[in-house]
């Protein structure tokens, strides 16, 4: 979703012979469009000429390399890498250029999501007015003497390195950004300030009564000014939850009955040690909602907290999509249109809805027999749910029967995307060994490779590993409990050497179709398993119709080569065992 903008910029050499200040902004287009708007404005300062080219040259690199930058970097990184290469080249070619000279300030705006970042160096100036009100968003870079005021502390090719100020902050639609050079901000009261922004113009006319009201009011500088409005914001972003998140607080523990901006504390459902699932309850509607949030100690881990962030970041986008049915939505508090009882705790934490019923594993620990049809249609929800966020891109991570409930209603949900891989996660989600080791692929166990080999480190997790925890997952629905590779410790490849034994051994009830499906999908070697999950949703609604061959037994060479080569050594000792008695004690 792209950005409704209103905007407008005038640009004049006023009282001066030329004008050296330059301005601009662009839009990102099509790929770019999530990366937002980038608005700049530059002052030139010259000795020689040259502040002009100073002025457009930061302006317009800074618009166009900020979208050739990595969409995974950060705003603040990404525009910090930016200007520190056009400083440098612009310091190179002062040097270079002696004694003619050629700096310039530089104030950029972007908006990105719900967020906006200023980057701000030397004396120009960014607004933002919100609610009638006009808030300063830069300092200036200037001596602090009134005769020196113009005298710059800090400018884009003044030295080698640049110390860029930021700030962020949330967007808001109705939110306008002025940004302006001295010339128009050096000369203009306050009052003038409050009577122009009271007028209600549109972008390009305040811009305009902003550079005439500067020269009535006598500036002697060239005179420029860079007006956005926001109409309409983009959806969230990754960054905006990461922001957020770095800038709240941490819920403290709490028990039965406290309260949470609202919401009453009705269970503690679920603590890992880093986390807290509370169960809470709206006293207005009586509504249950789940509420997720750091564990205290873990208040000052920023990792953990962009974790929490990425998890709401992808539960937001896949509420969008066909797969939003088959999992926990995340709820915004309080309502649109209602307020909540009491202050805001301003801490972070998410809420998602609570579905009546129990998870699989809350089945399986009641030892509860699942049916062979009941398992089938299990199993087809929960793979169809798997292969909607497959093409979104999403990988989830930890499928087992504990984040797989079913509700009164037969739906089958998917929760906790705590740990799930997007392509935006945070590089400690994605470094972490995250899962259950009874329901992780072989090939995710450092030392172990596809087809037994081994090898130096584990792979990444992949659409495959949540096929194979699904494939265990209805395993044990098939097998009364059972584990096809029984409970897998961490770093326990031992678990592996074996195939597993068909589900019907356990249930004689389970088909012979449905044996063969089963072992396909724990299949030992990722070759032999089932490789989308649209494959494995086709092989059970075909069922009985167009059961699949019997799947082959791993040779022993394949399923523990270090045992095969240890039983050749053996037999080898044996052998010359024999000769050596032979050569000794048997008569010749």
Same mark, same amino acid.
């Given at each position: 979703?792209?950005?409704?903008?209103?905007?407008?910029?005038?640009?004049?050499?006023?009282?001066?012979?030329?004008?050296?200040?330059?301005?601009g902004? @662009?839009?990102?287009?099509?790929?770019?469009?999530?990366?937002?708007?980038?608005?700049?404005?530059?002052?030139?300062?010259?000795?020689?000429?040259?502040?002009?080219?100073?002025?457009?040259?930061?302006?317009?690199?800074?618009?166009?390399?900020?979208?050739?930058?990595?969409?995974t970097?950060?705003?603040?990184?990404?525009?910090?890498?930016?200007?520190?290469? #056009?400083?440098?080249?612009?310091?190179?070619?002062?040097?270079?250029?002696?004694?003619?000279?050629?700096?310039?300030?530089?104030?950029? @705006?972007?908006?990105?999501?719900?967020?906006?970042?200023?980057?701000?160096?030397?004396d120009?100036?960014?607004?933002?007015?919100?609610?009638?009100?006009?808030?300063?968003?830069?300092?200036? %870079?200037?001596?602090?003497?009134?005769?020196l005021? =113009?005298?710059?502390t800090?400018?884009?090719?003044?030295?080698?390195?640049?110390?860029? &100020? +930021?700030?962020?902050?949330?967007?808001?639609?109705?939110?306008?950004?002025?940004?302006?050079?001295?010339?128009?901000?050096?000369?203009?009261?306050?009052?003038?300030?409050?009577?122009?922004?009271?007028?209600?113009?549109?972008?390009?006319?305040?811009?305009?009564?902003?550079?005439?009201?500067?020269l009535?009011?006598?500036?002697?500088?060239?005179?420029?000014?860079?007006?956005?409005?926001?109409l309409?914001?983009q959806?969230?972003?990754? !960054?905006?939850?990461?922001?957020?998140?770095?800038a !709240?607080?941490?819920?403290?523990?709490?028990?039965?009955?406290?309260?949470v901006d609202?919401?009453?504390?009705?269970?503690?459902?679920?603590?890992?040690?880093?986390?807290?699932?509370?169960?809470?309850? &709206?006293?207005?509607?009586?509504?249950?909602?789940?509420?997720?949030?750091?564990?205290?100690?873990?208040?000052?881990? =920023?990792?953990e907290?962009?974790?929490?962030? =990425?998890?709401?970041?992808?539960?937001?986008? *896949? #509420?969008?999509?066909?797969?939003?049915?088959?999992?926990?939505?995340?709820? &915004?508090?309080?309502p649109?249109?209602?307020?909540? *009882?009491?202050?805001?705790?301003?801490?972070?934490?998410?809420?998602? $809805?609570?579905?009546?019923?129990?998870?699989?594993?809350?089945r399986?620990?009641?030892?509860q027999?699942?049916?062979?049809?009941?398992?089938?249609?299990?199993?087809?929800?929960?793979?169809?749910?798997?292969?909607?966020?497959?093409?979104?891109?999403?990988?989830?991570?930890d499928?087992?029967p &504990?984040?797989?409930?079913?509700?009164?209603?037969?739906?089958l949900?998917?929760?906790?995307l705590?740990?799930?891989?997007?392509?935006? $996660?945070?590089?400690?989600?994605?470094? @972490?060994?995250?899962?259950?080791?009874?329901y *992780?692929?072989?090939? #995710?166990?450092?030392? +172990?490779?596809?087809?037994?080999?081994?090898?130096?480190?584990?792979?990444?997790?992949?659409?495959?590993?949540?096929?194979?925890?699904?494939?265990v997952?209805l395993?044990?629905?098939?097998?009364?409990?059972?584990?096809?590779?029984?409970e897998?410790?961490?770093?326990?490849?031992?678990?592996?050497?074996?195939?597993?034994?068909?589900?019907?051994? %356990?249930?004689?009830?389970?088909?012979?179709?449905?044996?063969?499906? /089963?072992?396909?999908?724990?299949?030992? !070697?990722?070759?032999?398993?089932?490789?989308? /999950?649209? $494959?494995?949703?086709?092989? @059970?609604?075909?069922?009985? *119709?167009?059961?699949?061959?019997?799947?082959?037994?791993?040779?022993?060479?394949?399923?523990?080569?270090?045992?095969?080569?240890?039983?050749?050594?053996a037999?080898?000792?044996?052998?010359?065992?024999?000769?050596?008695?032979?050569?000794?004690?048997?008569?010749?």
């Open positions: 979703m792209s950005f409704d903008l209103d905007f407008g910029f005038v640009s004049q050499a006023g009282r001066k012979g030329s004008n050296e200040d330059f301005a902004l @662009l839009q990102g287009q099509g790929a770019d469009r999530s990366r937002g708007v980038v608005a700049a404005i530059a002052d030139g300062v010259s000795q020689g000429g040259l502040g002009r080219d100073a002025a457009q040259t930061s302006v317009n690199t800074l618009l166009h390399d900020y979208f050739g930058t990595p969409d970097w950060e705003t603040t990184v990404a525009l910090d890498r930016v200007i520190a290469a #056009q400083n440098s080249w612009l310091a190179a070619m002062n040097r270079r250029q002696a004694p003619r000279l050629g700096l310039s300030t530089l104030t950029a @705006l972007v908006l990105c999501g719900q967020s906006y970042t200023v980057a701000h160096v030397g120009t100036r960014a607004y933002l007015v919100r609610d009638g009100e006009r808030l300063q968003l830069t300092t200036d %870079h200037a001596v602090g003497h009134r005769d005021s =113009h005298q710059l800090r400018a884009m090719g003044l030295d080698d390195r640049i110390l860029v &100020d +930021y700030s962020q902050g949330d967007l808001h639609s109705g939110d306008l950004f002025v940004l302006v050079s001295d010339g128009v901000h050096g000369v203009l009261p306050s009052r003038e300030w409050r009577e122009l922004l009271a007028r209600g113009l549109g972008a390009q006319a305040l811009s305009e009564a902003l550079v005439e009201s500067a009535r009011h006598g500036s002697q500088d060239n005179v420029s000014a860079l007006v956005v409005r926001v309409g914001a959806e969230a972003l990754l !960054q905006d939850d990461a922001r957020r998140a770095a !709240q607080g941490v819920l403290p523990l709490l028990k039965v009955g406290d309260g609202g919401l009453v504390v009705t269970a503690l459902v679920a603590d890992s040690g880093v986390f807290r699932l509370y169960q809470v309850r &709206d006293p207005a509607s009586q509504r249950l909602y789940a509420l997720k949030t750091l564990h205290p100690q873990r208040a000052h881990d =920023h990792e907290r962009a974790t929490l962030a =990425h998890e709401a970041w992808v539960a937001r986008r *896949m #509420q969008g999509g066909r797969a939003a049915e088959h999992l926990a939505r995340l709820v &915004d508090w309080p649109a249109g209602t307020h909540a *009882m009491g202050p805001r705790s301003d801490c972070f934490y998410l809420l998602y $809805e609570w579905h009546r019923g129990e998870t699989l594993g809350q399986l620990a009641r030892q027999a699942f049916g062979a049809g009941q398992a089938v249609e299990l199993a087809l929800q929960a793979a169809r749910t798997l292969g909607l966020l497959h093409r979104q891109g999403v990988v989830h991570r499928v087992k &504990d984040n797989l409930h079913l509700d009164e209603d037969g739906v949900r998917l929760l906790d705590g740990v799930a891989l997007s392509g935006r $996660e945070p590089a400690a989600t994605r470094q @972490l060994h995250a899962g259950t080791p009874s *992780m692929n072989p090939e #995710q166990w450092p030392g +172990y490779e596809r087809g037994g080999a081994a090898g130096e480190g584990g792979r990444l997790p992949d659409a495959q590993s949540d096929l194979f925890a699904l494939g997952t395993y044990q629905l098939l097998s009364r409990g059972r584990l096809p590779y029984g897998v410790l961490p770093y326990q490849l031992g678990r592996y050497y074996r195939d597993p034994l068909p589900p019907s051994r %356990h249930n004689p009830e389970v088909p012979v179709w449905l044996d063969q499906l /089963a072992l396909k999908a724990v299949a030992r !070697q990722a070759p032999a398993r089932f490789e989308t /999950a649209e $494959e494995l949703v086709l092989a @059970l609604e075909r069922g009985s *119709m167009r059961p699949m061959g019997p799947g082959v037994a791993s040779p022993l060479l394949s399923r523990d080569p270090v045992l095969f080569w240890r039983l050749l050594a037999f080898s000792l044996l052998v010359n065992l024999l000769l050596l008695y032979w050569l000794l004690f048997l008569p010749r």
